[in-house]
Structure formats: C-alpha cells, structure tokens
C-alpha cells in the first residue's frame, strides 16, 4: 500500500516515515500543497494523511482536488485545529475517511489504517 503524507511540519512527516515504514507501507510525504498535487501525479497512492494548515493551497484545497481527480483515494485528515472552521469545511465536503487530532498516538494511526484496509476488502 502507497501512502502520502501531507504536511509542512517536517517532524510529523519523519513520524509518519518512519512508524509506516516500519509497518511494512510505501510512504511518500510532501511539504505543502502544491508538492503533494506533483506526487498525486507521479505515483498511485491509496491513502494520504492530509494536514489542513499549510501554506500556499491548505488541505482544504488540496482535499477538494482529489476528490475531484481522484476519489479512490482514502484520505485522513490531520490537524492541530481540534473543533476549527476548516474540520467543519471538511466535513461538508466529505470523502474524509476520518479525521485525526494532533498529537496523535501510534495505536490511532494503527487503527485508522487497519480500519480503511478492512473497509476495502
């Protein structure tokens, strides 16, 4: 399984690197907005883990393009911003499997993805 991780903290990105790795997943992981449309482009991904604030296109831009272009795809949303105007923003755009408050623990993001592998089989 390829997963994108989506997010401008450099230290979430390495987290997700390294625990998904170690779990036996594909990981790609891109800074910002704009990177993770190229990496959607290059590669097929099942899962991306999409944080809401970023700079340049925020994930609610970044969610509505691919589920336009691309809504086979599983996304998670990440975010800091528990109870914000973009979660709710999200919720009405749909398509968001779950949404996961920071800091997170290592058995929820466990969870979440065997819970979308469980779905999808």
């Known amino acids: 399984m390829n997963i994108l991780i989506v997010d401008d903290d450099i230290d979430v990105q390495t987290f997700f690197e390294h625990f998904l790795r170690a779990e036996g997943y594909t990981v790609y992981s891109a800074g910002d907005g704009r990177e993770a449309l190229c990496k959607l482009k290059e590669e097929v991904h099942n899962m991306i883990f999409l944080d809401l604030k970023m700079p340049d296109l925020n994930g609610v831009e970044v969610l509505m393009y691919i589920k336009e272009h ?52």
Request: glycine share 10%; net charge positive.
């Open 70 to 121: 691309y809504p086979g795809i599983v996304v998670v949303v990440i975010t800091g911003e528990k109870y914000c105007d973009k979660e709710e923003k999200v919720r009405e755009i749909g398509g968001v499997f779950d949404i996961i408050h920071k800091p997170f623990k290592l058995d929820t993001v466990r969870q979440v993805i065997k819970d979308t592998i469980g779905k999808s089989a």
